[in-house]
């Protein structure tokens, strides 16, 4: 898939050159921060080994935002650029639900690939959390019960979000 998204980059390329102004600059804007995200990705998690966890909420809120709570910031603006009467709430209020809809997504995804998250040593889950159950991310595996209170606070998390954006 990576290949073909290489191969692609060309007309990709050619078809931003063709967007107005406004929308260029906020695809280019939405890239930088899901490229911020990745790179985030990279340099808590490294290339594997023991699992490592986010260090708390901050950084899984801004995990989440920088890739997926933005896009929910950016398909918002585009709507309220090019479908005026798409809401009849003002922008600055759409937006703030695009950004909770776009996380509460990341949070699914998050809570979905736990486990394969785990055998790949990065834990999203924050580990002052994780400790105050007195649970490392290393034993996750071995003792799954001890980690439903922190999953189930993500869930609702995940799901006030979603409604919001709904």
Do not use: K
Request: charged share 20%.
């Amino acid at each position: 898939d990576e290949r073909a998204l290489i191969l692609a980059l060309p007309q990709c390329l050619a078809w931003l050159d063709v967007l107005d102004a406004a929308d260029r600059a906020d695809v280019r804007t939405v890239l930088r921060h899901i490229t911020r995200g990745q790179t985030l990705d990279v340099q808590r998690f490294g290339a594997g080994g023991p699992v490592h966890a986010l260090a708390n909420t901050a950084e899984l809120e801004e995990y989440t935002w920088l890739v997926a709570g933005c896009v929910g910031e950016f398909w918002t603006d585009l709507c309220v650029r090019h479908l005026p009467d798409f809401a009849t709430l003002p922008a600055q209020d759409m937006r703030a639900l695009g950004r909770a809809y776009g996380s509460g997504l990341q949070l699914i995804n998050i809570l979905r690939d736990a486990g394969a998250d785990l055998s790949a040593g990065r834990c999203y889950l924050p580990a002052d959390a994780l400790t105050a159950v007195g649970l490392a991310p290393r034993d996750i595996v071995a003792q799954p019960e001890r980690l439903m209170f922190i999953y189930t606070h993500w869930l609702g998390e995940a799901g006030l979000r979603l409604e919001q954006g709904m």
